[in-house]
């Protein structure tokens, strides 16, 4: 701390430093005005500031940090969101009250000074040197723009936001010599505007348009003249006198600047004073940032856009590049969203789970041919709240979705037909399927190491009555569990890897899918999106198109930006898809899926529900849309679905055809009401004759017939102690077969690998 004479005052040696300090200043106010060539001035002092010459002589101008808006496909706006809230406007969008109030109040001399105000720092070394402090400061308008300048580029890094508000000689230094260019190559008026597009008016407005939005729900173009005055004053410091906290601090500073109105004659004292006797009347609009204040439900769809901004290379190279450019904002993205659609889903979801519900569910709808991302809500709104969360059901968890997915039951079991449909197998293929029968051992994987049954383990049906002969078409609408199984048996594994790999049929925590017979039956975990978008494929006759939710992009300046196209490729045959949708029509008119079935349109999909009723599933599509409807335990604390009252409505037990169907069937019915409904290309797959296969059962004994009803709690995998499709009830299992229970895993009671049948997690 500088040491004081006893009347107060500076030593000697302390004010000669300090005229020292100002000769210099001075000096190179003086150089950047008249005499170019300063450093022979001394500034460059070791370790304080570099030569004035020295520094940069272009002033690099970041462009403004704004809003982004995001919109649906049809133009109607979905949310607002931004780093900084900012609207850049013209000065001709100003007030003029406005303007003459901010120069009034920080730069009264702003039209007669060049870029530095001798006299006003003359003035200020003055006043300081009389009251032994920094009482006074002597910026102009023009150095205040460039210090927000490097604060705009210093963005949320404390330390460099820091650094560009030290008070140093050197900082001051390099303003000044800024300021010099800013008043050459931009002028006054230019000036103007850009300060009052980038200083902060406190309560997370930058610039004059989001401040008079914020306090006075209004444009800035009209503010009047107790407005601007009371706007002009928060710039000295936003929070000690914001009105929203402090009206009395905030009168005071409103009415200083009205009265330094009147002293330089932008307004009469008569209209001062009555500008000061007006009470400040706010109108404010509390800041709408973020998914969070997204529209129909949106928010998650938002976030998606979000979240796939910032992983795709297409918007640069690195994750901070992406960042830089999204948090800059300013940008227009007009995304797949389908408005119709998304109200639907919304709709949907609202009549048949309830927030406050113990499960939650998640819709996702895109489009075949184009992989457009359609709509996208769940039941838990985004949000920070009681029964709500940040976490998107309906996404991998690299895009903002849950840890580890939802493991999809039968749902994946025409991604096995698929699989031997390609490699030739007929869709009259017949298996004994038993209603139990040990697991095939050895099964081939494409690593050449043969998966083997050490432990002898089971699987079997859902109900005793089910049992075979069946051939392709029966059992998938009924969703047989030792036919798929018997089918793995034979053709081995690696025919399925082959198909999901080119279905991006992938866990939703990005690990792969793990080379074990198990999968086939649904015990891995995906979301919505995947299992949508691989359907959509069936629909499309075997072309997969890759999901997108970004149509365009703008920039601040109306430039078009490059966005990630859709990536279409055949991967299986017409054929195969064809006999697919066949298969899977059946499902729906006299299987597991009745219960989903659209009454103007031709639709197929697949049921799936896992052991204990702890997820539900129903996977649908007509040829021009395709969704996944999910219902499940949202958290770590599994909910069993038996004895349940969901939406209001009571169930004894939950099947993928008697929830997740319905919700899908309305949001289905509602997104394409009044839109075309093109048929599918079917295939003749006629019944085969049945053989008695012997064994338990009499031959082709069909099982009870029970709408709504997918009857697999499950589509089951080996193991377990009632060999459920994730290991049956054996709570106590971990996923590494090891009997105790582990916390960290998602889904308890649920063994991935059921008894240390598979030797691990990942099989």
Known sequence: MPKKRSGGGLTGSQQ?????????????????????????????????????????????????????????????????VYSRDRKVVPLTAISPYMQKAIVA??????????????????????????????????????????????????????????????????RKI???????QVEEELGKKKILENYLNITFFGQQAYGIESAAQRYFSKPARDLTLEESALLAGLVQSPSRYDPVNDAQEATLRRNTVLQRMADIRDISQEEADRAKAAPIRLKVTKPKNGCITAVSGAGFFCDYVRATFL?????????????????????????????????????????????????????TLVQPGTGRVLAMGQSRPYGFGTNETQINFSVDRRLGGSNFGFP??????????????????????TYASPYEMEYPSPVQTCSGNPWVNTKGERVPNENESEVGPYAMKEAMAKSVNTYFVEMIG?????????????????????????????????????????????YAAFANRGVYCSPVAIESITDPRGKALKVPKSSCERVMSEKTADTINTLLLGVVD????????????????????????????????????????????????????????I????????????????????????????????????????????????????????????????????????????????????????????????PQFPFPGVSLDPGGLLGGPNG
């Not at 390099?174 to 010099?180: D, N, P, S």
């Open 408 to 429: 999809t039951g039968s749902t994946f079991k025409p991604f096995v037909a698929a699989a031997a449909l390609e490699k030739g197998m007929p869709a009259t293929k």
């Open 311 to 363: 992983s795709d290379p297409v918007f640069g190279k690195t994750k901070e590049e992406r960042a830089k450019i999204w948090n800059q904002g300013g940008l227009t993205i007009r995304t797949t969203l389908d408005p119709q659609s998304q109200e639907s889903v919304n709709d949907s979801i609202k009549e048949h789970v309830y927030q406050s519900d113990k499960v939650a569910t998640a819709v």
């Open 105 to 170: 109040i920080e730069d009264s001399r702003f039209y007669e000074h060049g870029a530095v105000d001798v006299k006003g720092i003359l003035r200020a070394v003055n006043r300081n040197a009389q009251e032994g402090g920094a009482a006074q400061g002597a910026s102009t308008l023009t150095q205040q723009y460039v210090k927000n300048v490097f604060v705009e580029e210093a963005g949320d890094d404390p330390a460099k936001v820091a650094e560009a508000q030290q008070k140093s000689l050197g």
């Open 647 to 742: 939406g209001g409505q009571y169930y004894d037990k939950v099947f993928g055809g008697g929830l997740p169907g319905p919700i899908w069937q309305d949001a289905v019915s509602g997104a394409l009401a009044g839109r075309e409904a093109p048929g599918f290309v079917t295939v003749h797959i006629p019944d085969p004759v049945q053989p008695n296969p012997g064994g338990k059962g009499k031959p082709g004994k069909k099982g009870k017939k029970d709408k709504g009803r997918d009857g697999k709690p499950g589509d089951r995998d080996p193991g377990g102690d009632n060999g459920g499709e994730n290991g049956g009830d054996n709570g106590d299992r971990d996923p590494n077969g090891g009997g105790v229970t582990d």
């Open 16 to 80: 000669a430093a300090k005229f020292l300090g100002v000769s210099v200043l001075s000096g190179v106010v003086l150089a950047g005005i008249a005499i170019p060539a300063a450093g022979a001035l001394g500034l460059a002092a070791k370790g304080t500031v570099e030569g004035f010459d020295e520094i940069p002589a272009n002033l690099k101008t970041p462009p403004l940090s704004q809003r982004t808006t995001i919109l649906d496909s049809e133009g109607g706006l979905i949310a607002t």
């Open 490 to 534: 034979e053709m081995g594994l690696c025919p399925l890897k082959e198909i999901t790999d080119k279905l991006h049929v992938v866990r939703a925590d990005g690990v792969k899918l793990p080379d074990s017979p198990a999968v086939s039956l649904g015990t891995e975990g995906m979301s919505p999106l995947t299992m949508a978008n691989a």
């Open 174 to 180: 390099r303003e000044l010599k800024y300021a010099i």
């Open 590 to 645: 006299s299987g597991t899926g009745r219960s989903a079935g659209l009454s103007d349109r031709d639709s197929a999909g697949k049921t799936g529900t896992t052991d204990s009723r702890h997820n539900a599933w129903y996977v649908g599509y007509t040829p021009n849309m395709a969704g996944a409807t999910w219902v499940g335990s949202p958290g770590n604390n599994q909910v069993s679905m038996e004895d349940i009252t």
